[in-house]
C-alpha cells in the first residue's frame, strides 16, 4: 500500500503556556480533499502553519509522501509541492499582481513557462489580467482572495493548504472560490481545507474532521457529517 500523501500523528503546538494542539492526528490520501471544521480559536491555522513548518512543533510527525517533514525548510516543502495559502490571502501588498505570482511560479519551478501559466489563471480570472499590473495592496479584498487562489493555479501543488477561502469574500465570491477549488480537485490535486462555512465545505470534502480546543472530536465522511444534525449543532454551532 502507498503511503498517504499527508499523515499527520500526535501533533503537539504551543505558543508558550497555551497549548494550541494537544496531539492530532489525521492522513489524506493522494486526490483526496479532507477538511477541517472548527470554532475560532480551535486551532486550524495553527494546525496549517505547523503542516507547513511555519511553525515549530512540540511533539509529534508529519509526513507528506512517506517523508518526515521535521527540519525540512517551508521553502523546500512547498518545491516539493506542498502549497499553504495562508489565512489572510498571504499575498505581498507592495508587489505587483504578476511580482506575486511569478515568486508563486519560481516556489516549484516545471516545465510549463511562466506565461502559459499566467494564461490559466486569465482564463479562470480574468479580473487578473486587467490588475496584472497594479500592487496586491490596492487590490479590494475579493480580488486578493482571487489573487491568493491563483498563486496555487501557478504553483501547481500536489498537496494544497488553504485557509478560510471563502473568509470576507460576497456570496458569489465564495461560489467562484469554490469553483476553483473544485477545478484543483478535478486535477487531482491533494487538498486540506480550513473553513468556517460547514456545510458548503462537507458538500465539496471527501472527509472532515472536527477540531474543538486542540483536539480532534469527530470525523468522518462530508455527507455523513452533513446529515448529523447532532455533531454539527454540537460542535459548530451550526443548526
Ligand atoms: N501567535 C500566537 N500567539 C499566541 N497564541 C496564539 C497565536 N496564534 C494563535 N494563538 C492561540 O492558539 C489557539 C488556536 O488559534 P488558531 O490556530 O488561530 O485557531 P483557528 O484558526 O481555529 O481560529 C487560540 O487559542 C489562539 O488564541
Ligand atoms: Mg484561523
Known amino acids: 500500500m502507498s503511503d498517504p500523501q499527508l499523515a499527520v500523528s500526535d501533533l503537539h503546538v504551543a505558543y508558550g503556556p497555551i497549548k494550541a494542539l494537544?496531539?492530532?492526528?489525521?492522513?489524506?490520501?493522494?486526490?483526496?480533499?479532507?477538511?477541517?471544521?472548527?470554532?475560532?480559536?480551535s486551532g486550524k491555522t495553527t494546525l496549517l502553519r505547523a503542516i507547513s513548518n511555519m511553525l515549530a512543533r512540540q511533539q509529534g510527525r508529519v509526513r507528506v509522501n512517506g517523508a518526515d517533514t521535521a527540519g525540512v525548510p517551508a521553502h523546500k516543502l512547498v518545491r516539493d509541492g506542498l502549497l499553504h495559502v495562508p489565512e489572510g490571502r498571504g499575498t505581498i501588498?507592495?508587489?505587483?499582481?504578476?511580482?506575486?505570482?511569478?515568486?508563486?511560479y519560481d516556489l516549484r519551478p516545471t516545465d510549463q513557462s511562466f506565461e502559459a501559466a499566467l494564461e490559466r489563471v486569465f482564463a479562470r480570472f480574468p479580473r487578473m489580467g486587467e490588475r496584472i499590473s497594479q500592487c496586491?495592496?490596492?487590490?479590494?479584498?475579493?480580488?486578493?482572495?482571487?489573487?491568493?487562489?491563483?498563486?496555487?493555479?501557478?504553483?501547481?501543488?500536489?498537496?494544497?493548504?488553504?485557509?478560510?477561502?471563502?473568509?470576507?469574500?460576497?456570496?458569489?465570491?465564495?461560489?467562484?472560490?469554490?469553483?476553483?477549488?473544485?477545478?484543483?480537485q478535478a486535477s487531482g490535486m491533494t487538498i486540506l481545507i480550513v473553513e468556517q462555512n460547514v456545510r458548503k465545505t462537507l458538500r465539496f470534502a471527501n472527509r472532515a474532521?472536527?477540531?474543538?480546543?486542540?483536539?480532534?472530536v469527530a470525523?468522518?465522511?462530508?455527507?455523513?457529517?452533513?446529515?448529523?444534525?447532532?455533531?454539527?449543532?454540537?460542535?459548530?454551532?451550526?443548526?
Open 22 to 41: 494537544r496531539g492530532v492526528s489525521l492522513h489524506a490520501d493522494a486526490g483526496e480533499t479532507i477538511a477541517v471544521l472548527g470554532a475560532n480559536g
Open 219 to 239: 470525523s468522518g465522511s462530508g455527507a455523513h457529517l452533513l446529515h448529523d444534525p447532532g455533531i454539527l449543532s454540537h460542535y459548530l454551532g451550526a443548526s
Open 209 to 216: 474532521y472536527i477540531l474543538r480546543q486542540g483536539l480532534l
Open 136 to 184: 496586491a495592496g490596492h487590490l479590494s479584498g475579493g480580488e486578493q482572495q482571487m489573487l491568493s487562489l491563483a498563486r496555487a493555479i501557478v504553483n501547481r501543488p500536489r498537496l494544497l493548504l488553504v485557509d478560510e477561502p471563502s473568509l470576507g469574500l460576497s456570496p458569489a465570491m465564495v461560489d467562484e472560490a469554490f469553483a476553483v477549488l473544485r477545478e484543483f
Open 93 to 104: 501588498g507592495r508587489l505587483t499582481v504578476r511580482e506575486n505570482l511569478r515568486l508563486a
